[in-house]
Structures are given as C-alpha cells and as structure tokens.
C-alpha cells in the first residue's frame, strides 16, 4: 500500500496531452476541484507530454528526452497530480526504468515518487467531500487497463463517484477489460480495436446507464468515439468534469 | 555431429550467462501450521471426491471385505494385481474362485511383452500407494519391479489403497521427507482422479485413456 | 483412419489478412469467448488469495531465473544425470536436427507407428509433417490434438488446442474422418469414440513420443503434466519413449517441482493438480515389468541460446507455457491463435516469435498488443510481457539492435514522426501551434492515415479550441 502525504500547499497539475488538445474542461475541473480543497495548484506552462506514445511505440529515445523535459519542469518538491491513470503510470512506474542506469535514474525514481492519479489524490490526499446537486442518474465507470493496474486506483475512482448521494453507478461485467484504445495500437490494429470497442460497448449497454464515467481521455475517446459512429446515444465524461457539474447542480 | 551440436549449444550459453552471476535466492515456501491427521485425510478426501473419485475410509483390518463389495457392485470381471506386494497378497490369500459376483485375479507376473492382449482386456487393478498429498488432493504412486507400472493405467478401474499414516501436508513434505532427492524410481506418480479432459468446449468428461474410475481405499 | 497433412504451400506471413479472415468469423469470437471466460473464471478462484499467489509466483520466478543463469551448468547436469540413469541424451542446435535425431531412432527400431504426446517443442519442429514425408504414421493422442490432427490443422491454444472449435464442428471431423463413426454431439459420446480408436493406437505402438514440462537436473527427472492419461500411455506401453524438450526448461532441485507444478496447473486451468503428474527417471530396469527399454531425450535450442544473453529478453526464457496469457489477453481472445502465424500465440507468442523466427518477417506481431498488462498481472514467472513487446517494437527500428532482424522498419516515415513529436513536447511555441492547429483543422483534415483508420468504427477525434494551457492561463491558474 503506498503511503499518502499530508495535504500540501501547493501541488503541480500535469494536464496530459490529450486534455489540453480535446478535454480541456476536465482539465479545468480537476484543477478547480484541487483549488476548492484549499490547494494552490501550480500549471507550469512548459509542460507537454508523459512522453508514452513515443515509449509504446518503440521510440525510447524520443520518449526519454520528453521525460527528461517534464522533469526539468516539475522540479520542485510538490505532488504532481494527472488526470490519467495511464500518463500517471507512464511516470510513475517506467520514467525510472527509462533511464535505465544513467545518472537520471535517481532523479527520475524521486519524480515518480511525487506523481498521483487525480482520483487517487483527491481521495487519500485531499479526503475530499462532495455534495450532489444534480438529479438522480445512472452511470457506469471505465477504467483505462493502466489506472486499474499499474496506479491500482479503480477504487478510488469509483469511491468518488459514490460520493455523489444521486448518482447510481452500475459497474461492468468486465470491468477489467481494455477497451482497444492502446494509443497508437488502434490505428495499427485498428480491426482488433474495433472488435475490442465494441464488446465494451456491449458491456456499457448493458448496465442500463445514460452516461460513462472515465478517467482516462484515450479510453473516452476511442469509446464515445465508437458509440458516437453507432448512434448510441450514451455520452461519455471525464470523471472530474462530471463532478464538477454535480457539484454544481448542471 | 551430435557432439559438435552438443559444444556449441553449450559455448553459446556459456557466454551468454558470463562468469560472474549473481543468482537471486528462492524465497522458502510460506511457514503453515502443520494439519492434523484427521484434517489431512478429510481434506484428501473432499479434494478426491471432487474429482470423481471414489474415496473410502476403511479400519486397517477390515479393508480386503470392503474391496470385495465394491467390486461386487461394480461387476468386474478380472482384476489385475501385484504378486509380491503386501497389497497383492493379501487380496490373493482373500480371493476363493467362485465368490460370488468378484472378478477373477490376474497376477501381473511376466514382462508386458508376453500378455499385453491379456492386459489390456483386464478391466480393474489393485496398487499400494507411497502416500499422498493433502494440499493438491492426490495419490503418490512409486512403481517397481514388483509392482508394475501399467497396473494404475491400462484397466477401466484402478483401485489404490493407502495408509492413512503417509499422508502428507504438501508435494513440498513428500519431496523432502520422502528424501525423493536420494533416488527417484523408475516412474514416480502423482494421481488425483479419473482420467479426464476439457478438450471440447471445455466440458470436463472423465475416463478419457486412462482409467474411468479410481477407487481409493483409506486405511484408518 | 484419413489424417490431413498440416498445410503444406506455406504463404508468406500476412498478420492483417489473418486478422481480418479471424475477426469474421463469428462461431470462432464466440467460442473463443465463453472459453477463455471459463478459463480465467477458474484460475481467478483457485488464486483468489492474492498475497498467497504473489508469494508463490515470486519463488516461481526466482526457480526459473536461478535455472536460466546455470543452464549450462544444469543442462550438464541434466545430462549426466540422465546418462548415469540409464536414458539416452541428444543435443540438436535446429528442428531440422531434432527430426533427423527421431527419424534415426525410429529407424534404428524399424519402427512406422509413433504415438504422441502433446508437445509444443514438436510444434516447433512440425514433426508429425517430417514423419509423415518418411513413411511413418505420427498419431496425436491428446483429444484436443487429435481432433485437430484429423482436420489437417495446428492448435490455436497451447493447452486446449481445439478450442477454436466447437461440438458440432468436432462432431462433423469424427463422423466425415473415422470409419464406421456415427454423428454425435454428446461430449461424452465424443470422448468415448476417441478412447476407443487410441486404444488400439496405444497398444500396437512402436515408439512412444512426448514433450517435457520439466526436467530436474539434480536426479536427471522429467516431469509430464497431463489429465487424459495419453500422456501416461505414451511413456509407458510403447517400448521406446522419445522425450523432445526445450533446452530452457531444466531445473536444479526436485524441491524446485512443487512450487512450478502448482503455479502451471493453477494457471494452465485452474486446477491444483492434474489427474496426473508422471516423473520418468529412467527406462525399464531389470527386474521390471513393463515400461520402454529405451528412453531417449533430445535437447532442442532452435534459438533460445540467441536469447539467454540480453537480460531483459532472457526473461521470455522464463515460461512455464501454461497459456494463461492467452486467456487474459484482449487481442488473443478476439482473433484466436492461428492468426498469429506461428506456433507460440499470444502474449508469449508476440515476444517469443520475432525472437525465434526474425523481427523481418514478424515486426506485425509485436503491434497486436494494448499493452493493457492483463498479461504480466496474471504470468506465473512474473515475465514482464509489456515491456518486452516494446523492447521488440524498438527493435524493429533499431538499426543497433540485437534481436535477428532488427531495424526492418528504420525506414519508414514513423521514425521521422517520432523525432518531429519530441522535438515539438520539448518546445512549448512549438507545442502551441501544434495544438491550435489541431483545434483549428482537426475538424477539415481527410480521411488518410492513422485518421482514416481511426473512423472506419468511431466520429473523429474533436480538438478544442481552447487548450487547457490557454484556459489555464486566461483562469490565472498558477505558473509560479
């Protein structure tokens, strides 16, 4: 079990890529609802990419230099929290194997030490609270494959959502699933991914929910993406955008 | 060539491993508290159940009677044993010819060379075991020159009797205070059931090529 | 009885058409899916305690490391051991060489009718193919290798290796292929007609052939896992016994079996032990009264000594081939294993192949993975499957790699892709544009590349247009 900080002053936020590009407003959501908790939260402008879809893709080199750049970045000693189960992995648990034995290891494994999923942090870090203005639903969640088991934050995502007394969250059958997305995989393999997407979506159908709760962009995307295609008109959300709304009574 | 193939497989592993190793320490098996004999031979006998075979717990004294009604409810015609074996003798001393509704005895006294057609129309058979294990739920068999190998696997009925005394906790027990190391037999076996497969969509069916049923007697 | 030869005009290897022709074939999804279901189903109840199943798999992956930094050593061992019992110990660096080591032992006996054991060593080798080429009959006897050697196939699955297939279509193979065989879908009914057509196989055989799971250098001890009793069979009436084995699969310690055992079962199909589990140390010794005479082991390389030097792809040498990869694996269980191409599918398959048969001809299979980690979660030996497939997804560009055919996709367009991508995540003005843009024209670009395969099934991807570090900025959210 990873042992949890206080709750600091400060902490970084590391909006990934694909929030700033297509989910800002989650980004903005995650931010704010850090910001409510009493948290300065600090938005380097320089930040970029986890530097994964180069790793994935057999471009270490590439995604090392990346990683180097998000490190020079993110260096003073706040937590670095992501909305992204997968970019959290990606700099949680392979940034120090990326560098193998180089004199950036060391560095790079007192980075990974500082990096939170967003849910994981709100939880454990922030023990956050949440009132639900909104009118009752159903939803159901889905977890990116690196949230579930590289960050281990299934839970925390999901306790979350519990705390929304409205909201009713029906789990999948196979939760644990992956969804196709896999990055550069749905394009490589897009006739694989398609069959992927489409047993989630079978699975989502399934739950009886009007909306799929996410906390992860590329997942979402590929998923609301492929219901989109089928006209199924389920609408999918990044978990912090969702709450925010909640909250607010939208 | 063999030799060759031999010295270069070896060459290209020795330099492929180097001399200087660093080999990683097996952690020991997890320290459980030793089960008792009664816990042993209920959990044998509820993981052997479950898998179709038919367990009975018998007195040491009383087990040859209890062989001779199970084979009179399952009509057997011949059954092959092991001359020479506690086992064997005692059921041939027991066996009258004539006793109603028991096959007749086989002893399996020559090479297979010399009566496989026989064997292989015998339809039950008779074994000691060397013990079993709790933990997995199976048999430990250790055949040799007395008691044959094709015994517990070519009749549609193996029938193995074992002393309630030699069960073992786990494989890890029977491995090691059985000194297995020291000198393993021709063919040591484990055996936890009937034959049995999942080969067609995966519902499981036993007496595949081996035995359809085994019949386990317990010696208490 | 009428068995198909494996296909014979072999087609250059085409991963996407075999996809394609997998995923439209829906008997076989749904197949594949309530089998692999069931499989995970019962694996996930035999390990349900997690720290008991994490303790076990870390000695099973500190057994195999140990073994595969001695496997000189402990082949040395082995083949000592063995020699010293009484079985007959051959070397051969190819299949070529291991078929030709068999054919000579056969010959040697003047023997015709093999029968066999499931073995994925003689996967590799396309044995039954070469023995049928001589003149000699080599019968699978594993129901599920039976079956599919009556259909002139290779298995899709390493443990269940008809699971592609289904009653009915099974029902079909017997009635069409054994003679005076009525139709059935009575599993039990099928069962039976197997059983009663190997019995007479097993009894007129010659040579009896069958793989290792693993052989125990200390006392020279091969190991056989299996529940039908063909396997059993195949060892002990036949009067030789031919074992054909991988060279990574020795052990030092008979202490060493236990946990492995209950780890390969466990995964394999969630069974704490097999019906059987056969140790042969040696052939028939006097005084003995059945058994084979003779007892011959082939240590076959067939590349795994390419493999053992890189210390991060030596742990592909770690498998214990329980196929539970294959059952967890999203990719697997959507198109099956023939599509794959090669013997080993799978998980397992897309790192041991490119290894085995050349990055040039497999760099495709490599890419069939999301890298989801369902995978190294659930292997037995902790291999770490996902950093593997992207050590092997770099080779492929890698001029300076190490695996055969490594640095066959160097040329193309992606490598200046990616260089272009690190050098714009390292500029933040660079990045900007970049995503303005994307917000800007993501909306008019055309349907080419990546994008056109992106909406075969999905609406294009929206790009706002404000980026999260515009709002970040115009919200007045810190940049200290």
Known sequence: MRQYPPKPEKAYFFGTCLVDMAYPKAGMAAIRLMQREGVRVIFPPEQSCCGQPAYNSGFPAEARQVAEKQMEIFDKPYPIVVPSGSCAGMMRHHYPKIFGNSPLRARAEAFSERVFEWSEFLVHVLDIQLEDRGAPMTVTWHSSCHAAREMGVIGDSKALIRKLKNVTLVELENEHQCCGFGGTFSVKQPEISEAMVEDKIEDIQQTGAAALLGGDCGCLMNITGAMAHRRIPITGHHLAEFIWERIHGD | MNDTARERILGRLRKAVGQERTLPAVPPPPETPPLSRDDKIERLNTLMTAMRSEVHLVPRDAWVEKLKAILQEKGLTQMIYAPGTPIGDAVA?????????????????????????ELFAIDAGITGTAGAVAETGALILWPDETEPRLISLVPAVHIAVLDADRIYDTLDEAVEKGGWAEGMPTNALLVSGPSKTADIELVLAFGVHGPKALVVLVLT | METKDTKRVEKPFDFKANVIKALGNRQLRSNLKFAMGSMTAKRKALFSDTAAFEALRARGNAIRRRALLQLPELLEQLERKCTENGITVHWAETTDAANEIVLGILRDHGATRVVKGKSMVSEEMHLNRFLGDHGIESLETD?????????????????????????QEIARTFHEKLPDTPYTEVVEELNAIARKTLRKKFYEGE??????????????????????????????????????????????KLSDVPPLLRLLTGSATGQLVTTYVNMITSPRKPGEKDGPREVHLILLDNGRSTILPDEKLRQTLQCIRCGTCLNHCPVYTRIGGHAYGFVYPGPIGKILTPQMEGLDRTSAIPTASTLCNACEEVCPVQIPIPDLIRRLRNESYDPDGSVCGHGVKRNLAETAVWKAWALVNRHRALNAVGTRMAGIFGPMLPRIGPLAEWTRSRNRPEFARKSLHDMAREEGISDE
């Open chain 3, 143 to 167: 129901l599920g290798e039976f079956i599919i050697q009556l259909d002139g196939e290779t298995p899709s699955h390493i443990i269940v290796p008809a699971i592609h297939k289904n009653k």
């Open chain 2, 93 to 117: 001393a027991a066996w009258s010819e004539g006793e109603g509704g028991l096959p007749a005895l086989r002893p399996y006294e020559q090479a297979v060379e010399s009566f496989k057609e």
């Open chain 3, 207 to 252: 040579v009896g052939l069958s793989g290792v799971n693993m052989a125990v250098a200390e006392t020279g001890t091969l190991c056989l896992v299996e529940n039908e009793g063909n396997g059993r069979m195949c060892t002990t009436v036949p009067p030789v016994h031919i074992a054909v084995m991988g060279i990574e699969k020795v052990v030092e």
